[in-house]
């Protein structure tokens, strides 16, 4: 169980041939995983960073799994970055991203239309996995940075709690230089 059975898996999904605007979606996933490796981040949730598409996310609908083999992830990378692996796919972002910083901020699972306040660790891992995901995407993609950086660059700031030291630091340098828009 561990970061070769997550490969494996995921080129056995196709992953390693799935356009995605960081390149193959194979590449982004090997990127995200280096940066939260980079940031010190534990064994789970640099895992769940290599697998965090496997089932889509609201930006990303491409599945390479349906919820009902949750099982198979599972058995790759462990129960607990599996989970948070879900957690980040079942964001509802529009409604769940202006809450997160919030300790009692609801979250929206978009698969089961559930509401609820997530703990602490899973906002703290979901908004670190969420920066390490789009900071890499912008750092591939200057029409994507151009377009959603300050947005991002407002999100981050107010994620700064939830985030680690380097993450926090990373999110600064590489959106140095754009507007913040701490409206999104």
């Known amino acids: 169980m561990g970061r070769d059975e997550a490969r494996d898996l995921l080129i056995a999904q196709g992953a390693d041939t799935l356009n995605h605007p ?12 280096a940066l939260l490796t980079a940031w010190g981040a534990r064994d789970a949730l640099r895992l769940a960073g290599l697998c965090h598409a496997f089932y889509g996310t609201d930006g990303f609908a491409e599945q390479l799994l349906p919820l009902e083999r949750r099982d ?13 692996v879900y957690f980040y796919a079942s964001c509802a972002r529009e409604f769940s ?11 929206r699972d978009r698969f089961t239309g559930e509401t609820f306040a997530p703990t602490a660790t899973r ?5 670190e996995l969420t920066a390490a995901n789009e900071l890499d995407v912008l750092r591939v993609n200057q029409e994507l940075r151009s377009r959603h950086g300050g947005a991002l660059l407002g999100l981050f700031t107010r994620w700064r709690g939830l985030l680690t030291g380097p993450a926090s630091a990373a999110a600064r340098e590489d959106l140095v230089g754009l507007r913040p828009r701490l409206d999104e």
Not at 73 to 78: F, K, N, S
């Open 72 to 84: 198979e992830l599972a058995a790759a990378i462990g129960a607990e970055a599996e989970e948070i």
């Open 123 to 127: 906002r703290a891992d979901f908004a």
């Open 97 to 107: 991203y202006p809450a997160v910083e919030r300790e009692n901020g609801l979250f």
């Open 22 to 33: 960081g390149g193959t979606l194979l590449a982004h996933l090997d990127r995200v995983e």
